[in-house]
């Protein structure tokens, strides 16, 4: 049998007492090399980074490949196992123009999945234009670290939270050329300390279908997109376009959510914006209008959960489960 396969069975039941399970049901060995002074090198997952953790596993593995396999050493470095259920589903909030209240109903689609029991975590992936913590009332918060440079995600009212606007000082707009762009995506995706339990992952997307689309397909290979679009003419163009876009990089477009569609006042509606753009969307797309949203006060960002639009933003996180 291979050197390195030997060793990995021979270190099967050793127990992280971390998780008191074995390093092979967590499947916690992640590399195992030997160099040229016959020192074996590993990495290995573990619960906690403990010294309690390490210091165990590191004798029991020691005793194993020094004693029992006869190698004149072993050096192994530790990694925290990432939190990130594996089950949580992704979708990503996109538009074609900006301003069409993709944050917005970021924000109260987290909120009705809450209601509704689920776990939501928000990825403000915005780059240039975070707002996610000003929805949340949290611009004053400040993202902790971990030792290993994993971050915390902010959580309100059981929603965890992410953002750009968290990687630089107040104030100043983030700076990020290309290369840097799959940076954040990664330490947001893989480098956060996201809780076990998040069902659904809800991605704000920067407006129109760019560079970022291509580099979310590296993280989020399961990934399903809601486009969202005002009724008028000029946004429903352009959210088609962004729509095509998207299906061009084979990105899988669930459905349409038309906000702003009409204002009402004692039972009387009045369609301010035109009338039927997400409709137009929908069919050209050959998806599911999801939702018609009304225009709110601007002071009832988070909608309540009795009253409209809260109720239709019910309904439509109850869709968007059955679709996930
Ligand atoms: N249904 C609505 N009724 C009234 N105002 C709304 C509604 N939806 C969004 N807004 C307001 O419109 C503005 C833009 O909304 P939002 O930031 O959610 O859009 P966006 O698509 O995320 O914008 P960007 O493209 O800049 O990211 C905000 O001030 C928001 O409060
Ligand atoms: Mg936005």
Known sequence: MDEILV???????????????????ND?????????????????????????TTKQITRDIAKVVKLDLGYAGVKIEFTKRKLRNKEAKT????????????STVT????????????????????????????????????????ANG?????????????????????????????PMLGKVLKLFFEDTLWSEEIDYFLVDLPP????IMMDLKNFTEDAKMVIVTT????????????????????QDVIGVIE???????????????GKDGGKRVADELLVELLATLPITKYDKIIAEETEMPGIIYLNLAKKIIKLL
Do not use: C, W
Not at 111 to 140: E, Q, S
Not at 151 to 162: A, L
């Open 231 to 250: 009724p008028q003419e000029s946004a429903a163009h352009i959210a088609i376009k962004a729509g095509y876009a998207a299906k061009d990089l084979s």
């Open 208 to 211: 129109g279908t760019g560079d």
């Open 91 to 102: 979708l990503l909030i996109a538009s074609g123009k900006g301003g069409v209240g993709k």
């Open 107 to 146: 924000a109260n689609l987290a909120y009705a999945l809450t209601r509704l029991g689920k776990r939501v975590g928000i990825i403000d992936a915005d780059i240039y234009g975070a707002n996610m913590p000003k929805i949340f009332n949290a611009t004053n918060h400040k993202l902790m670290g971990d």
């Open 28 to 52: 916690s060995i992640k590399h195992v090399g030997i160099d040229e002074n016959n020192t074996v090198i590993m990495i290995i997952e573990v619960g906690e980074k403990d010294q309690n």
């Open 150 to 178: 994993k971050i915390y995600p902010f959580e309100k009212d059981n929603i965890q939270m992410v953002s750009t606007e968290y990687l630089v000082d107040e104030k100043r707009a983030l700076m990020l050329r290309g």
């Open 259 to 273: 906000n702003m569609s009409y204002y009402e006042v004692n039972n009387e509606f009045h369609y301010i914006f």
């Open 7 to 25: 060793i990995k069975e021979k270190l099967s039941s050793i127990i992280d007492p971390s998780t008191t399970q074995t390093l092979a049901e």
